[in-house]
Structures are given as C-alpha cells and as structure tokens.
C-alpha cells in the first residue's frame, strides 16, 4: 500500500504563493497517476489536479490557471505550485494516485487569510 507525506503548507496573504511537496513511498512512482485532492471540514474531499505518467495535467476549474502540478519520478514526488492565492483555496490539502487509494497521509494545512 503506498503511503504518501505531504509537506509545504502555511499561513499565507491573498495573491501570495505556496508550494506543496509530496513524496510516495513505492519504487513504482512512475507508472501512477498522481493528484492533490483538497478537504474543508464539513465538505467532500475535492480533487484539484492530476498529473499523468507521461507528464500531461488537468485542474479543476477554480484553480485553472493559477495552480500548477509536477512530478520528479526519480524522487518519487508530486508538486503542487499555488499562485494568486484566494481565501476559498484554504484547505487541508493531500495528494494520492487517481483514483485513490484507500491510503491517506495527514494532509498540509493551506490558510489563506490576511
């Protein structure tokens, strides 16, 4: 079962920047699918963004264009870059292969608040 650590979050102003880290531990990162998912409390888990194997990526509309994601299959890690960050992006975010697995790391909490 792969387990995923999540790092990266904070306390940060609206329009400012994060950038999140998340390191798998299988020596198979590289044939999976891997997306950050992002849980307010009180609400369903979100899916934010999907990068495949081969590198191609989809967002969820709200963050089109200001979040980015990336992978380094040779350090078994997914990225998240959050640019123009708004108060409605603060969230528990966690990453996972797409689907999910039944595995979840403790997430890194996002604020965005000023």
């Known amino acids: 079962q792969v387990q995923f650590v999540e790092s990266g979050g904070g306390l940060v102003q609206p329009g400012g920047s994060l950038r999140l880290s998340c390191v798998a531990s299988t020596a198979i990162f590289n044939i999976y699918t891997m997306a950050w998912y992002r849980q307010v409390p009180g609400k369903r888990r979100e899916l934010v963004a999907t990068?495949?194997?081969?590198?191609?990526?989809n967002y969820a509309d709200s963050v089109k264009g200001r979040f980015t994601i990336s992978r380094d299959n040779a350090k078994n890690t997914a990225y998240l870059q959050m640019n123009s960050l708004k108060p409605e992006d603060t969230a528990v975010y966690y990453c996972n292969t797409s689907p999910f697995g039944s595995s979840w790391g403790q997430g890194t909490q996002v604020t965005v608040s000023s």
């Open positions: 990068i495949s194997p081969g590198g191609s990526t």
